[in-house]
């Protein structure tokens, strides 16, 4: 479905979305949402998808290089449907995926075009996103708000680098971002990830950004636990505390899903629940049944056997290759086309199944009900681990 209707043949690039009816949306479209084409059609070239992955990043490759750098090297933020794109500040969230895609290219094509262009980038980010206190700005221009969103992606690009090269400076950058989780963005109350920060690395305490997203607790889990298994650095306590958390709190029983926003005294702010935090939930516990054995292990496995479920509602009665985004609060869906940005999410999800070897067809209410008698010791043991 992407690879086709998703294409845009005549303009370069891929479409932002495609309607629930397969048809391609025309409008302006985020330069990081392209690399996050790339580095999907990469990623299914390494699964073993039967289409013709290289054309595909060929393709969105032609299209960042010719339309969506700016005379520094930074990825573009906004491509217009029509026109020339406007220069604006570069956003340090985009850089951070554009290093993603150069990441996988690299590993799977082995071009050393992508290693000099990901080492470039990241040699001009660290002259002028650098915060002094540790860290990084959003962008060169504004002091604040600072994020955590941003950092988490360049750790996981980071990560992706240390897996491919032997370069000192992704493993550097990788501890570096794991100190500021560690010291800047973690709340010491909750124990969890907060989103939103002021210049000095105070935290945003009120208004919409004093927030805490349960899809990036389990997130920050999935990467933590990478970390911890790629450069050796003990980091248990951090992310199943973040877990626990984004389980405890941040899953909807009722629907079955992982909601949107939580308050920072980890009440629910926003109820909805979009796609993506279900595949982060996926991926967060099968790393986690990797790491255990016995009835904490059943747990988790059980946890990705529901979050399997919940990404399959999101895909009912719609072509294949095609989903909904968003689920109200009553559990209906908003009617809107699919967008092309959950599309990452998805292929890393199922990524994680392939690596995992761990069996999560959908859990069925039977292996529900013969798991719960072990779910409240499963979760001790792990608040035992975390204190």
Not at 22 to 50: D, K, M, S, T
Not at 208 to 222: D, R, Y
Not at 223 to 236: D, F, K, M
Not at 300 to 325: C, E, M, N
Request: glycine share 8%; net charge negative; hydrophobic share 40%.
């Amino acid at each position: 479905m992407w690879a086709n209707s998703g294409c845009d043949v005549e303009n370069g690039g891929f479409f932002e979305r495609i309607d629930l009816q397969g048809h391609a949306v025309v409008e302006n479209r985020r330069v990081r949402v392209q690399a996050r084409q790339i580095y999907c059609f990469a990623h299914a070239g390494e699964l073993g998808w039967g289409g013709d992955w290289r054309k595909m990043i060929d393709h969105g490759e032609r299209f960042i290089l010719a339309h969506g750098r700016d005379s520094n090297g930074y990825l573009r933020g906004i491509h217009p449907a029509t026109g020339v794109p406007a220069d604006a500040p570069p956003d340090l969230y985009d850089q951070a995926f554009f290093l993603l895609a150069l990441a996988q290219g690299y590993r799977i094509t082995g071009d050393a075009k992508y290693r000099a262009l990901a080492l470039a980038l990241l040699r001009n980010i660290r002259r002028d996103f650098a915060h002094p206190m540790g860290g990084f700005y959003d962008t060169p221009l504004n002091a604040e708000p600072l994020r955590a969103n941003p950092h988490m992606h360049l750790l996981e690009a980071a990560l992706a680098w240390i897996e491919v090269s032997d370069a000192a400076v992704w493993r550097n950058l990788a501890h570096e971002i794991v100190r500021i989780c560690k010291d800047r963005l973690i709340d010491p109350r909750s124990g969890a990830v907060l989103e939103f920060f002021h210049a000095d690395w105070t935290p945003v305490t009120t208004g919409p950004q004093a927030i805490i997203e349960p899809g990036h607790l389990f997130e920050w889990t999935w990467l933590l636990s990478r970390y911890e298994a790629i450069c050796n650095v003990p980091s248990a306590a951090i992310y199943r505390r973040l877990y626990d958390i984004g389980q405890r709190h941040g899953v909807c029983q009722q629907r079955g899903v992982a909601i949107n926003e939580l308050h920072h005294d980890l009440s629910w702010c926003n109820s909805g629940a979009r796609l993506w935090p279900q595949t982060e939930r996926l991926k967060a516990s099968l790393a986690l049944a990797q790491l255990a054995d016995g009835a904490e292990r059943d747990v988790y496995v059980a946890t990705a056997q529901d979050a399997v479920h919940s990404i399959g509602l999101y895909f009912d009665d719609l072509p294949k290759g095609l989903w909904r985004d968003k689920m109200s609060d009553d559990g209906s869906f908003v009617s809107e086309p699919a967008p092309a940005s959950t599309f990452y999410h998805l292929v890393c999800a199922f990524a994680e199944i392939a690596r995992s070897e761990i069996a999560v067809p959908k859990a069925s209410q039977k292996r529900r009900d013969a798991i719960e008698p072990y779910t409240q010791a499963a979760v001790d043991i792990v608040q035992s681990s975390v204190s």
